[in-house]
Nanobody, 124 residues
Framework: QVQLVESGGGLVRAGGSLRLSCAAS????????MGWFRQAPGKDREVVAA????????YLTDSVKGRFTISRDNAKNTVDLLMNSLKPEDTAVYYC?????????????????WGQGTQVTVSS
């Protein structure tokens, strides 16, 4: 079992920045690939970023490339999502997720554990 707790969401103006953090507890954190997903009202949950077990492999969805960065600290059992140049279309609930498959994956079905989500609202 892995417990995930997100933090760092909030309200920010367009062009601003936020850093989301996900703290993991339970089984060996370094054995899991991690992902950040988001879900806007009326839309499906979509992958934003993912990172492999060691942190060497990462994925960013096209709409956030050049603006978002995913990183992890296996010593601290955390995974962060740094979001710069935020746009109103980034507004969503952001979820942290852990995948026992271990590799960078974009399919939400690969992810076994989920956090409760944190709201990000970007005003224009």
């Amino acid at each position: 079992q892995v417990q995930l707790v997100e933090s760092g969401g909030g309200l920010v103006r367009a062009g601003g920045s936020l850093r989301l953090s996900c703290a993991a507890s339970g089984r060996t954190f370094s054995g899991y690939a991690m992902g950040w997903f988001r879900q806007a009202p009326g839309k499906d949950r979509e992958v934003v970023a993912a990172i492999g077990r060691s942190g060497r492999s990462t994925y960013l969805t096209d709409s956030v490339k050049g603006r978002f960065t995913i990183s992890r600290d296996n010593a601290k059992n955390t995974v962060d999502l740094l979001m710069n140049s935020l746009k109103p279309e980034d507004t969503a609930v952001y979820y942290c997720a852990a995948s026992a498959a271990g590799y960078v994956g974009t399919n939400r079905l690969l992810y076994n554990y989920w956090g409760q989500g944190t709201q990000v609202t970007v005003s224009s």
